[in-house]
């Protein structure tokens, strides 16, 4: 290793050093009445302060130590600088850095980020002999460490999201003044990261997961004969690994082994409860990518969740909404109570709802409903080819033009035959307020540059369902006047009759509030339900697998060795994590 090479030679060159002083001064040294007893011992001192004083300056101007480059070398520098080149950390607080290091695969971290290996070897040569490239690793782990668990640590466009919504790392000298402000810096790098119950609950599951081998792994993946949904009554050699999966004991006199039992599918039915699955007993694609979740697997889900809650902010506001995707449900929060809980349609996976943060600003009443381009396209176009009049019945105009030059178009005497992008991005299609209109009653005025919004439906059917991905992209909310007076709770001249009285008029009406609050959308497959129980939700949208593709890419994160073989020369040694202890 290039910095062990290095620390050698060093040591090599003050070896050489004492060795010439001790040579060229014995005659002095030899006479112990001219020389203090500990005069050798305090010469010893000032040779290594000197050696530390120049090594940690080389390496600070040099902005890496060996082949280690310094996060922020201006932070480091400034930093020293203002300790006169004076060690931050001592013996025992390098030890209790090393083993927050060790642990850090447990926040879906990986060690090796953070010089595990390297000052692993240092502190078992001893802490004085390698003081100096120890102190300055110590610091640049620090800061690497205490950023990557304090916001989002990956670049947003790799995964199609904005760090306007995130929560963005703190800087290098921010995590340098935190941690020299306190007795303790390696307790206030740890409460660097989030401290909330479901952040915690993650970190235990996957300590749980990675000390124990799933007794099913050894029968997934499991497909059941294909990609169509299999249903009880129906046979497959699968079946079999379907109950060791669920662990279901089966009776062989009852009938062939390949055959989908009631037994088997009422297991599966609880199964998918406990999932946030639909409750039917049919393994489709959504049931089918949970259960062939292997030990791995779920340890990597655990990984992509812990990632995305430190990108929430941890002092949320005293009122915010919040949806999530996966879960499809919406909380609206107030003082820390959830005042509503609701559910929600979101975006069909081919037509997706983005996970952002956005200000709430009012409510619309009556709205109406102005298609986007993608809509336009997808989906009025082919029905105006196949009968114009289907607009008429839906009641979208079709107008050209804004303003004073805004023209309607009969529907029937445009050429939606020939029509292209470009001149469908001319025409708006505008839907009137009514019961016939795509957002009901109610809007929720959020503005945002995906144009995505919650709002009521006139579609309340997909409400019963538990996958509710139905959606163009927007969220339907279950109870829309619910939300509508909480936005409106508190604002000056609003009163709860108000809204049925605005609603009869028939008019669209926007109602703006005095103190605008957050929305946040965001995308966890895993949740606690209400007993307190992880959910290893589905990935309806496969955004944890690009998640985990860009952490794994960075080697970004990494597991101990477990028993189970599947793990095994995958990550960095359980024994060698332990070892650091």
């Known amino acids: 290793m290039q910095l062990i090479k290095k620390y050698n030679e060093l040591k090599l060159f003050v070896g050489v050093l004492l060795f010439t002083i001790a040579v060229l001064g014995f005659s002095v040294v030899s006479s112990a009445q001219q020389m203090a007893p500990d ?9 290594q302060k000197m050696v530390y004083k120049v090594s940690v300056s080389n390496a600070l101007e040099r902005g890496k130590l060996g082949g280690i480059r310094f996060k922020d070398k201006k932070a480091m520098r400034d930093f020293y600088a203002a300790r006169e080149k004076q060690p931050f950390w001592d013996q025992s607080e390098a030890r209790e850095m090393l083993e927050l290091i060790a642990n850090s695969w447990t926040h879906g971290l990986n060690p090796e980020k953070y010089h595990f290996s390297e000052i692993r070897e240092m502190m078992q040569g001893g802490f004085a002999s390698s003081q100096g490239e120890l102190e300055l690793l110590l610091t640049d782990a620090a800061i690497r460490y205490g950023q990557d668990v304090s916001g989002m640590r990956i670049d947003p466009k790799s995964i199609n999201s904005s760090s306007d919504y995130w ?26 990261a989030p401290q909330h119950k479901l952040y915690k609950a993650l970190q235990e599951e996957l300590v749980k997961l990675s000390e124990e081998r799933a007794a099913y792994d050894h029968v997934l993946p499991m497909s059941f004969g ?17 109950r060791i999966r669920l662990g279901v004991t089966y009776d062989e006199t009852l009938g062939k082994p390949n055959y989908y039992d009631d037994k088997t599918a009422a297991a599966v039915m609880k199964f998918q409860r406990e999932h946030n699955l639909e409750p039917d007993g049919i393994l489709g694609p959504q049931t ?22 430190r990108w929430l902010t941890q002092t949320l506001p005293e009122r915010y909404l919040l949806v999530n995707i996966p879960q499809q449900i919406l909380w609206a929060v107030e003082d820390g109570r959830v005042e509503h809980e609701m559910k929600v349609v979101v975006g069909m996976p081919w037509r997706r709802t983005k996970d952002f943060k956005s200000d709430v600003t009012g409510v619309r009443l009556n709205p109406t409903w102005t298609a986007p381009l993608s809509i336009k396209m997808k ?5 105006a080819q196949e009968d114009p009049g289907y607009l008429v019945n839906k009641g979208i105009e079709v107008i050209r033009g804004y303003g004073s030059e805004a023209q309607t178009l009969d529907p029937y005497s445009v ?31 959020m503005p945002n ?23 163009s992209g927007c969220v339907r909310l279950s109870e829309p006047e619910k939300i509508a007076q909480f936005v409106m709770k508190g604002t000056d001249g609003w009163s709860s009759s108000d809204f049925d009285r605005i609603v009869n008029t028939g008019k669209m009406t926007d109602l703006k509030i005095d103190k605008p609050f957050p929305a946040y959308i965001v995308y966890h497959t895993m949740w606690m339900d209400t007993k307190g129980k992880l959910v290893f939700g589905p990935d309806v949208y496969k955004r944890d697998k690009e998640l985990l593709e860009v952490l794994a890419a960075n080697e970004a994160y990494s597991f101990p060795e477990v028993r189970d073989t599947e793990l095994a020369g995958r990550g960095d040694a359980n024994q060698a994590y332990a070892s650091a202890n």
């Open 449 to 471: 540059k995906y144009n995505i919004y919650f709002h009521d439906t006139n579609h309340p059917e997909f409400f019963e369902r538990t996958q509710r991905t139905y959606s």
């Open 39 to 47: 005069a050798s011992v305090a010469g010893s001192n000032s040779l």
């Open 226 to 242: 294909g990609d169509h949904h299999f249903t009880p009554g129906e046979v497959s050699r699968d079946v079999p690994n379907l």
């Open 415 to 445: 050429d939606w035959a020939n029509m292209t992008w470009s001149e469908m991005g001319k025409l708006r299609m505008v839907q009137s307020s009514g019961d016939h209109n795509a957002l009901g009653r109610v809007r929720i005025l």
């Open 379 to 383: 989906d009025l176009l082919p029905k």
């Open 288 to 309: 089918l990518q949970v259960l062939n979740l292997t030990n791995r697997a779920r340890m990597e889900q655990v990984v992509a969740n812990l990632e995305r809650q």
């Open 167 to 192: 929560q963005q790392p703190y800087t290098a000298l921010s995590v340098l003044e935190q941690i020299s402000a306190t007795r303790n810096p390696v307790k206030r790098l740890e409460k660097m």
